[in-house]
């Protein structure tokens, strides 16, 4: 009818009216988009009677005016999703205001029925509100304001105490997560910030919806559910594992990362020798005494347990928060079940040795007959440290000392990166064949250590000289065919060291296989009269995991078949080397060199 009179104006303004008509029932509800999209649909229901004006210039200003009118709907609409929740009247929304049934706090852990209601008294906890409508409410608003509803806390102390509400995470995974807006969780609740009530105290829990008009949140759920309790108090202690720590756990409720807990060790004999550790903060509900608990001379307990000769010695241990003890049992007005919680009790050896670390009463890191009723794996000890077994030491264990017996250079310089080349004297292991750490040293004779020789060679340490070639022999000849198992000329690092080095010596089998099993598992071979560089070198071993054939963990298949005395001494089926590389042997091809030669094993 409109367009039949042409009357451009009133079509314009007919549109317009219709348009903030119909923006005035949707911006409760619908988003930006949806009203767009109905816009433009009244648009196009209107275009047949605009062109029946039949004047094309008439239907683009009419556009144009119309286009105007959508751009300052759009632009109001806009404008009013900017505004702040509260200042929308919910007394006429579509959306009813809703009521909430169910309360229970984001960081409660404990299973008791009650335990939902558990509040930190420091403050900062969430608790969670659930109920008709609230998930409506929520996605309705572009925005969410954490003073839209006000959360009031009706103490048992008399006090009113208020917090805001924010949004947090439904999702699977992300429980309780906070949200920082509505778009950033799939599935969103509202949560009271907690404020800060003093222990002991309950409270009522009330919801206030602080808009247009303010109005009080219905609560449909069980009589005195709204209801939370601050507390803090212990409830129980464990000794728990993890890893290969065992440490003891305090289980309560309240505890708050604001705050600063220590673990108070105690003797349980006196009760008077105390040593404080700090507490790890894991969650409301959990605290660590991870802290090793070392028994040196800073502990007052370790004088108990250095004089205790009971390999029960006990300790106990109770949580502190400051100077004051943190409760052990809920306040009585509180409900659930009473109880007392105790300190833990445990012996010293239970906590000891499984704290990863090396007490001084410990041979090894958690070992040590004493200390922890079981021997350490052989560990090559020097000299004066506490022993168990001879297997803990580099030499001998005696009156629980370790006694320096050296049966190689390398055993010496391992002790003393100082020392200088010369004479040592060295012990022989008998059972030279079999794993390192498993030994039996007796006896003593002069060997000549060498530190200076060819550093470049990458092999820092001390060689130990095993024999020596003169210029004139040849591998084939009286030398190689002398006993083998005896010294040939026993004054071999004499004579070295007093600068006779062109001459005809060597160690015995037993003492050169004795050398090697307590070396790196190197053999050096020198010539060109000892000239620097003029060597080649036979690894027995894999260095880069500083291992040696005669370890017990290495993958050589074929060791028990290895003789390094004879390997280096001419012989039927050898001749002057016997490589091995993964158990396989492969005889060095003979060499004919000039000059005196010697052979060394090195770390």
């Given at each position: 009818?409109?367009?039949?009179?042409?009357?451009?104006?009133?079509?314009?303004?007919?549109?317009?009216?219709?348009?903030?008509?119909?923006?005035?029932?949707?911006?409760?509800?619908?988003?930006?988009?949806?009203?767009?999209?109905?816009?433009?649909?009244?648009?196009?229901?209107?275009?047949?009677?605009?062109?029946?004006?039949?004047?094309?210039?008439?239907?683009?200003?009419?556009?144009?005016?119309?286009?105007?009118?959508?751009?300052?709907?759009?632009?109001?609409?806009?404008?009013?999703?900017?505004?702040?929740?509260?200042?929308?009247?919910?007394?006429?929304?579509?959306?009813?205001?809703?009521?909430?049934?169910?309360?229970?706090?984001?960081?409660?852990?404990?299973?008791?029925?009650?335990?939902?209601?558990?509040?930190?008294?420091?403050?900062?906890?969430?608790?969670?509100?659930?109920?008709?409508?609230?998930?409506?409410?929520?996605?309705?608003?572009?925005?969410?304001?954490?003073?839209?509803?006000?959360?009031?806390?009706?103490?048992?102390?008399?006090?009113?105490?208020?917090?805001?509400?924010r949004l947090v995470s439904l999702e699977?995974?992300?429980?309780?997560?906070?949200?920082?807006?509505?778009?950033?969780?799939?599935?969103?609740?509202?949560?009271?910030?907690?404020?800060?009530?003093?222990?002991?105290?309950?409270?009522?829990?009330?919801?206030?919806?602080?808009?247009?008009?303010?109005?009080?949140?219905?609560?449909?759920?069980?009589?005195?559910?709204?209801?939370?309790?601050?507390?803090?108090?212990?409830?129980?202690?464990?000794?728990?594992?993890?890893?290969?720590?065992?440490?003891?756990?305090?289980?309560?409720?309240?505890?708050?990362?604001?705050?600063?807990?220590?673990?108070?060790?105690?003797?349980?004999?006196?009760?008077?020798?105390?040593?404080?550790?700090?507490?790890?903060?894991?969650?409301?509900?959990?605290?660590?005494?991870?802290?090793?608990?070392?028994?040196?001379?800073?502990?007052?307990?370790?004088?108990?347990?250095?004089?205790?000769?009971?390999?029960?010695?006990?300790?106990?241990?109770?949580?502190?928060?400051?100077?004051?003890?943190?409760?052990?049992?809920?306040?009585?007005?509180?409900?659930?079940?009473?109880?007392?919680?105790?300190?833990?009790?445990?012996?010293?050896?239970?906590?000891?040795?499984?704290?990863g670390v090396k007490q001084p009463y410990?041979?090894?890191?958690?070992?040590?007959?004493?200390?922890?009723?079981?021997?350490?794996?052989?560990?090559?000890?020097?000299?004066?440290?506490?022993?168990?077994?001879?297997?803990?030491?580099?030499?001998?264990?005696?009156?629980?000392?370790?006694?320096?017996?050296?049966?190689?250079?390398?055993?010496?310089?391992?002790?003393?990166?100082?020392?200088?080349?010369?004479?040592?004297?060295?012990?022989?292991?008998?059972?030279?064949?079999?794993?390192?750490?498993?030994?039996?040293?007796?006896?003593?004779?002069?060997?000549?250590?060498?530190?200076?020789?060819?550093?470049?060679?990458?092999?820092?340490?001390?060689?130990?000289?095993?024999?020596?070639?003169?210029?004139?022999?040849?591998?084939?000849?009286?030398?190689?065919?002398?006993?083998?198992?005896?010294?040939?000329?026993?004054?071999?690092?004499?004579?070295?060291?007093?600068?006779?080095?062109?001459?005809?010596?060597?160690?015995?089998?037993?003492?050169?296989?004795?050398?090697?099993?307590?070396?790196?598992?190197?053999?050096?071979?020198?010539?060109?009269?000892?000239?620097?560089?003029?060597?080649?070198?036979?690894?027995?071993?894999?260095?880069?995991?500083?291992?040696?054939?005669?370890?017990?963990?290495?993958?050589?298949?074929?060791?028990?078949?290895?003789?390094?005395?004879?390997?280096?001494?001419?012989?039927?089926?050898?001749?002057?080397?016997?490589?091995?590389?993964?158990?396989?042997?492969?005889?060095?091809?003979?060499?004919?060199?000039?000059?005196?030669?010697?052979?060394?094993?090195?770390?």
């Amino acid at each position: 009818m409109l367009a039949t009179r042409g009357d451009q104006k009133n079509l314009s303004d007919a549109l317009t009216a219709s348009l903030f008509a119909a923006e005035k029932v949707e911006i409760q509800r619908r988003s930006d988009k949806t009203i767009a999209d109905l816009m433009a649909s009244l648009i196009k229901g209107n275009e047949n009677m605009i062109a029946a004006t039949g004047d094309q210039s008439k239907v683009t200003s009419a556009m144009d005016k119309i286009g105007g009118a959508i751009d300052a709907v759009v632009t109001e609409m806009k404008e009013a999703g900017k505004k702040a929740p509260a200042q929308l009247n919910v007394a006429s929304a579509p959306i009813a205001i809703p009521s909430w049934v169910y309360m229970r706090t984001a960081d409660a852990t404990l299973k008791d029925s009650y335990s939902r209601n558990l509040i930190t008294p420091s403050g900062g906890s969430l608790t969670v509100i659930t109920g008709s409508g609230t998930q409506d409410l929520i996605e309705s608003m572009l925005v969410w304001d954490p003073e839209l509803v006000t959360c009031n806390f009706e103490g048992s102390d008399k006090k009113k105490y208020t917090g805001p509400t924010r949004l947090v995470s439904l999702e699977k995974g992300k429980l309780f997560v906070p949200c920082e807006s509505v778009e950033d969780c799939d599935r969103v609740a509202l949560a009271c910030v907690v404020p800060k009530i003093p222990a002991g105290v309950s409270a009522l829990v009330t919801l206030t919806w602080n808009g247009n008009p303010t109005k009080t949140l219905k609560y449909e759920g069980v009589p005195k559910s709204n209801t939370v309790y601050s507390a803090e108090y212990l409830s129980g202690w464990s000794m728990i594992t993890v890893g290969s720590k065992k440490f003891p756990q305090a289980k309560g409720v309240g505890f708050s990362s604001s705050k600063t807990y220590h673990c108070k060790y105690y003797s349980q004999t006196t009760k008077s020798s105390v040593y404080n550790l700090p507490a790890t903060y894991v969650d409301s509900n959990t605290l660590h005494c991870d802290q090793p608990l070392m028994m040196d001379a800073k502990n007052p307990i370790a004088k108990e347990y250095e004089a205790s000769t009971s390999s029960f010695f006990a300790v106990g241990v109770a949580l502190m928060s400051g100077k004051d003890a943190v409760a052990v049992e809920k306040p009585k007005a509180f409900p659930g079940k009473a109880g007392k919680a105790l300190d833990l009790r445990f012996r010293v050896s239970d906590m000891m040795c499984t704290d990863g670390v090396k007490q001084p009463y410990e041979i090894g890191v958690d070992c040590g007959k004493s200390a922890c009723n079981k021997y350490c794996p052989p560990l090559n000890l020097a000299k004066g440290a506490a022993c168990d077994r001879k297997e803990d030491c580099r030499g001998d264990c005696k009156g629980g000392k370790c006694t320096f017996q050296p049966a190689s250079c390398s055993e010496i310089f391992a002790g003393d990166s100082s020392m200088k080349s010369g004479l040592y004297d060295l012990v022989i292991d008998r059972k030279y064949s079999k794993n390192r750490g498993d030994n039996d040293l007796y006896g003593s004779f002069k060997a000549y250590c060498d530190v200076s020789y060819n550093r470049q060679t990458g092999f820092k340490g001390a060689w130990t000289l095993v024999q020596t070639i003169a210029s004139n022999q040849h591998w084939n000849n009286y030398y190689n065919a002398m006993n083998q198992n005896n010294d040939y000329r026993p004054d071999l690092g004499k004579q070295w060291a007093a600068n006779n080095k062109n001459r005809a010596a060597r160690l015995g089998l037993e003492k050169w296989n004795s050398i090697f099993k307590h070396s790196l598992g190197v053999v050096m071979t020198r010539y060109a009269n000892n000239q620097a560089n003029y060597q080649f070198t036979d690894v027995y071993a894999t260095p880069e995991k500083n291992q040696h054939i005669y370890d017990s963990d290495h993958k050589c298949g074929d060791r028990s078949g290895l003789d390094i005395a004879r390997a280096y001494r001419k012989r039927d089926d050898a001749s002057m080397g016997y490589c091995f590389h993964l158990g396989q042997k492969k005889p060095q091809q003979q060499l004919h060199l000039w000059g005196h030669m010697a052979s060394a094993v090195q770390i």
